[in-house]
């Protein structure tokens, strides 16, 4: 055996369990503290001895003995960039290949490789903006999931839109023209699975995408940030499916 690696191990083992006893103190502090509080997730974060908290879908701040609690955004001064809204979107990340599928409009352009999902509502005005870049883009495969949660209204037009002979054709009617669908809307459509897919993802507002490495952006996302965002998302799977050798 050799003795400096075995060493240094030894020490990664050691390190890594006084993290997560670390951890778990804080976790309990917090707890008798606050106890209306359900953490998921607990991190030293790397920002001057501040751990990370994740609970009810949002990230805030303490120190080691929770002796304060810090809400707000950290934004790393050496790049810029928004710490917590990045770390946000990791932990909130949505597995693309565990969306139902089935239960969203699937439209197809050029070759479809590259993949979103966007959940929208008929009464949206920034669903509809966003629909005006959507149907811009080539090569792509676009799941819309129809989350009627905007106004009593959108029920009705979403099932009418759902029972359209032509889903897609309907949906971008309705949001590009204006035109509703003239169907009664009485088939079996899947809102209400929607609606509850929703709530248990935590998604509060239309639009909102998800992109092929899990990655949620609520909004109408420009269209130069979703064609990077895009490329981005395709080149992390395409790593995370490469075989290891």
């Known amino acids: 055996m050799k003795i400096v690696p075995f060493v240094f191990a030894v020490l990664a083992l050691f390190a890594s369990h006084a993290a997560l006893a670390d951890e778990e103190g804080v976790k309990k502090l917090l707890g008798t503290r606050f106890p209306e509080i359900k953490v998921e997730k607990i991190t030293k974060s790397g920002y001057e001895g501040l751990y990370e908290i994740f609970a009810g879908g949002e990230i805030f701040y303490t120190d080691e003995k929770a002796t304060f609690v810090f809400i707000g955004h950290l934004i790393d001064a050496k790049t810029r960039e928004d710490a917590t809204e990045l770390r946000l979107r990791k932990l909130t990340a949505i597995p693309f290949d565990q969306l139902p599928l089935d239960m969203a409009i699937k439209t197809v352009r050029g070759n479809g490789a590259r993949r979103i999902a966007v959940f929208a509502d008929p009464f949206c005005g920034f669903c509809k903006r966003f629909e005006s870049d959507l149907i811009t883009l ?25 029972c359209s002979e032509d889903r897609t054709k309907a949906w971008q009617d309705l949001m590009l023209k204006g035109i509703e669908p003239s169907g009664e809307g009485n088939c ?3 809102l209400n699975k929607v609606i509850a897919l929703g709530q248990k993802l ?13 990655e949620r952006i ?7 940030k979703l064609e990077q965002k895009m490329a981005s998302a395709v080149a992390v799977k395409t790593v995370g499916d490469t075989p290891k050798r």
């Open 138 to 162: 080539q090569d792509i495969t676009i799941y819309t999931f129809l989350m009627p949660i905007i106004r009593q209204e959108s029920v009705p037009v979403s099932r009418k839109v759902w």
């Open 188 to 190: 079996d459509a899947p």
């Open 202 to 214: 935590r998604i509060s507002g239309t639009p909102l995408t998800v992109f092929e490495d899990g």
């Open 218 to 224: 609520p909004g109408a996302i420009p269209k130069v």
